[in-house]
T-cell receptor, first 119, second 114 residues
């Protein structure tokens, strides 16, 4: 099946620094990627949708200058949390939908998630 | 507004017994329904989907779900639960086309006891 790789799995950073999380589709071309945030014992909150080669579409209430998303190629999207603060600590998950047989049925493939802790 | 409801935060079942995890949806348009499973500190794994056709869909690991349009439900079921099925389960819906963004339910924690 399609594989989405997310890196790093865990990251701890100091308040005020920026952190970049990468999401790669390993065996398919991801025309669309989604970034989610998950709080403990809660559901996934969609942050933004990114399409290759164009600007990301952010959900209401998500600060685009705080959470920078870049989808420069068909296999890579990055989320950069700028000037991170403790309240940004969360589990971030990317998912991808790509070209190929599964695109028509809309199945999303998820990365393993990245646990961000801001001290 | 589109929404998905998973009315149970937690479901407890004994190993070997049948399990049901409930999901209802409220959408304006044709729904496309999905179930995913999440293990601790991991991403989501796809279980099954309903796009069109038979209302009863079968998926991974022996799970199945039935699309009920009149009751706007898509409950997840398994005839015989395993301890290894213990995880967090999410129902999701996409509207009008499965290519649209997903709306996720709040998740249901399934505990299977030996």
């Amino acid at each position: 099946g399609a594989v989405v790789s997310q890196h790093p799995s865990w990251v701890i950073c100091k308040s005020g620094t920026s952190v970049k999380i990468e999401c790669r589709s390993l065996d398919f071309q991801a025309t669309t990627m989604f970034w989610y945030r998950q709080f403990p014992k809660q559901s996934l909150m969609l942050m933004a949708t990114s399409n290759e080669g164009s600007k990301a579409t952010y959900e209401q209430g998500v600060e685009k200058d705080k959470f920078l998303i870049n989808h420069a190629s068909l296999t890579l999207s990055t989320l950069t949390v700028t000037s991170a603060h403790p309240e940004d600590s969360s589990f971030y998950i990317c998912s991808a939908r790509g070209t190929g047989t599964r695109e028509d049925t809309g199945e999303l493939f998820f990365g393993e998630g990245s646990r961000l802790t801001v001290l | 507004a589109q929404s998905v409801a998973q009315p149970e935060d937690q479901v407890n079942v004994a190993e070997g017994n049948p399990l049901t995890v409930k999901c209802t949806y409220s959408v304006s348009g044709n729904p496309y329904l999905f179930w995913y499973v999440q293990y601790p500190n991991r991403g989501l794994q796809f279980l099954l989907k309903y796009i069109t056709g038979d209302n009863l869909v079968k998926g991974s690991y022996g799970f199945e779900a039935e699309f009920n349009k009149s009751q706007t439900s898509f409950h997840l079921k398994k005839p015989s639960a395993l301890v290894s099925d213990s995880a967090l389960y999410f129902c999701a819906v996409s509207v009008e086309t499965p290519k649209n963004k997903f709306y996720f339910g709040s998740g249901t924690k399934l505990n299977v006891k030996p």
